[in-house]
């Protein structure tokens, strides 16, 4: 049983900061290429940010420039520093990630359940 689990998110004002980590749990082999993405109301869910367990990362053109994503992969974690936020950030947060498990050895997507970000003043 693979899962991942969210924290960091809550209320903050306009170009405030909020960091979301993301831990993978269980039987794991292999994490590889982990990431961010996003659910605004009556949206569609969109990429925030991604990173390959090399590091090499890909950001959304909404978040460049304002959001780091990095990873521990000692600790099977992905982070997403998000600085100088804005109202339409406002979101709920999901983290994914494309893990091996150690049985069946087949890569399988995971999804979190959410985490609510709030910008407003």
């Known amino acids: 049983q693979v899962q991942l689990v969210e924290s960091g998110g809550g209320l903050v004002q306009p170009g405030g900061s909020l960091r979301l980590s993301c831990a993978a749990s269980?039987?794991?082999?292999?994490?590889?290429?982990m990431g961010w993405y996003r659910q605004a109301p009556g949206q569609q869910r969109e990429l925030v940010a991604t990173?390959?367990?090399?590091?090499?990362?890909n950001y959304a053109d909404s978040g460049k420039g304002r959001f780091t994503i990095s990873r521990d992969n000692a600790k099977n974690t992905v982070y997403l520093q998000m600085d100088s936020l804005k109202h339409e950030d406002t979101a709920v947060y999901y983290c994914n990630a494309a893990i091996t498990p150690t049985l069946p050895r087949y890569e399988y997507t995971y999804w979190g359940q959410g985490t609510q970000v709030t910008v407003s003043s």
């Open positions: 269980g039987n794991i082999a292999r994490v590889n290429r």
């Open positions: 990173i390959t367990s090399g590091g090499i990362t």
